[in-house]
C-alpha cells in the first residue's frame, strides 16, 4: 500500500492490466470518471452528478474525451474501491502540490481528490481544426490544497522534463499529461506531401519548462488497425 497526499493505495496487475485500489477513511471522499469503477465495498457511498456545474461545462468534457457524469464516493466507515479505464494500459499518481496545475488529453482522468477544480479548455478554432482528438482538454488546479491525481494510459507510461525553452516534437495521440508550464502548439509535418503521406499529418510542438507524461499506444491508430482486421461486408451486383 501506498500513502499518497491524501489517500493509501495500490496500483495492481501493473503494467498492462493495471486497475487502482483506493483505501477511504471515513469521512474521506473521491471522485471518479463514470464508468471506471469494478468493485466498492458497503462501508462507500456513491453519488453521481455533472462533471461539472452548468450543462455546456460538462458537454465540454465529453468533447474532451471524458465522460458527462462523475461518481463521488464518501466512506462512512473505513473501505475500499477498485477503478480502471476501458482501455488496456498502466495507472499513475500524481501528487498534486497547492497551485499546482496539470493538463489532461482524452481519456486519461481515472480518479482525484474531490477538492480539485477541472475546466475543459479548447486549442482555439486554429489549433483545434487539426488536433483531432486533442483540439478539447482538462485543465486540473489543486487550488490551496495539496491531494492526488490518477491517471491511465494506452500502454506504457514514459515522460521527459523539458528544460526552460527546450524543444520537443509528438505525435499528439501519444499524450497524455503534462504540467500546465508546458505551451504546446500543432504544427504540420514538413511540407505538404510529408503532411499528407506520412501517416502523421500534424505533430505536436511542445517547449519547457516542465514535464510531460506520454503513452505508448496511440488509441486511435489502434482502433484503426483493428478496424482493418474486421471482415467487411461484401455486395454482390447481378447482371441480366
Given at each position: 500500500m501506498v500513502k499518497g497526499k491524501e489517500f493509501e493505495y495500490d496500483i495492481l496487475e501493473s503494467p498492462t492490466f493495471s486497475y487502482l485500489r483506493i483505501h477511504l477513511k471515513r469521512g474521506q471522499q473521491i471522485q471518479c470518471e463514470g464508468g471506471s469503477m469494478i468493485y466498492f465495498n458497503p462501508a462507500l457511498e456513491?453519488?453521481?452528478?455533472?462533471?461539472?456545474?452548468?450543462?455546456?461545462?460538462?458537454?465540454?468534457?465529453?468533447?474532451?474525451?471524458?465522460?458527462?457524469?462523475?461518481?463521488?464516493?464518501?466512506?462512512?466507515?473505513?473501505?475500499?474501491?477498485?477503478?480502471?479505464?476501458?482501455?488496456?494500459?498502466?495507472?499513475?499518481?500524481?501528487?498534486?502540490?497547492?497551485?499546482?496545475?496539470?493538463?489532461l488529453f482524452s481519456g486519461s482522468f481515472i480518479a482525484s481528490s474531490i477538492h480539485?477544480?477541472?475546466?475543459?479548455?479548447?486549442?482555439?478554432?486554429?489549433?483545434?481544426?487539426?488536433?483531432?482528438?486533442?483540439?478539447?482538454?482538462?485543465?486540473?488546479d489543486s487550488l490551496d490544497s495539496s491531494g492526488d491525481l490518477f491517471i491511465g494510459a494506452n500502454g506504457a507510461f514514459f515522460e521527459i522534463t523539458l528544460a526552460p525553452g527546450q524543444i520537443f516534437n509528438c505525435d499528439n495521440g501519444h499524450l497524455v499529461a503534462m504540467e500546465d508550464s508546458v505551451t504546446f502548439d500543432i504544427k504540420r509535418v514538413g511540407n505538404l506531401k510529408s503532411t499528407f503521406l506520412s501517416g502523421e499529418g500534424v505533430i505536436t510542438q511542445l517547449k519547457g519548462p516542465g514535464r510531460v507524461i506520454m503513452q505508448s499506444r496511440n488509441p486511435r491508430e489502434f482502433a484503426m488497425w483493428i478496424y482493418s482486421l474486421m471482415p467487411k461486408e461484401r455486395t454482390t451486383s447481378s447482371s441480366f
Open positions: 456513491i453519488a453521481t452528478k455533472k462533471a461539472s456545474k452548468g450543462f455546456l461545462k460538462s458537454l465540454k468534457r465529453v468533447l474532451a474525451g471524458e465522460t458527462f457524469f462523475l461518481n463521488t464516493f464518501t466512506a462512512k466507515g473505513d473501505g475500499y474501491l477498485g477503478l480502471a479505464p476501458a482501455f488496456l494500459g498502466d495507472l499513475m499518481h500524481i501528487p498534486m502540490e497547492p497551485g499546482k496545475k496539470w493538463i480539485f477544480n477541472t475546466e475543459t479548455e479548447f486549442l482555439g478554432l486554429k489549433r483545434g481544426l487539426f488536433a483531432g482528438e486533442r483540439a478539447f482538454y482538462l485543465l486540473i
